[in-house]
């Protein structure tokens, strides 16, 4: 009786689950990709996947971009504006790979790509 009900709070959670879930299983084809020596999926890809994902989380978790069946949001609270910005600070802190910059530990997830110094 004190579980909260399925409703419009349950779709979101599981769009968001769902794009975390695919951009984590991009990291296990990297290193199929890297075991298998095929050379299509490497670290530019990855991190163009990466943060294009996390930034259209931002959007969707701010009510920019909705699912056909999500209900409109009518106002943003604070839990839902730190998750919006945590997304929007990953997608940016991707997007910074992409020029050059060195992601420290987030590297280890290119086997065979250099790491920029």
């Known amino acids: 009786k004190k579980l909260p009900k399925a409703g419009a709070w349950m779709n ?8 975390v ?3 984590a299983a ?3 084809l990297v290193i199929a990709d890297h ?3 095929w050379g299509v999926v490497g670290r530019t890809f990855v991190l ?19 699912a056909k069946d ?7 609270g604070v ?7 945590a997304f ?7 997007a910074a790979g992409l020029t050059g910059l060195n992601l420290g530990v987030i590297e280890s997830f290119f086997p065979g790509d250099a790491a920029p110094v």
């Open 12 to 19: 979101e959670f599981k769009i968001v689950g769902g794009v």
């Open 35 to 37: 075991a298998w020596n």
């Open 88 to 94: 929007l600070a990953l997608g940016i802190w991707f």
């Open 21 to 23: 879930e695919l951009a």
């Open 79 to 85: 839990g839902r504006l730190l998750f919006a910005g």
């Open 48 to 66: 163009v996947a990466w943060s294009t994902a996390a930034l259209l989380l931002a959007l969707y978790l701010l009510g920019l971009w909705r």
């Open 26 to 28: 991009l990291k296990f």
């Open 70 to 76: 999500d209900v409109p949001v009518s106002a943003v």
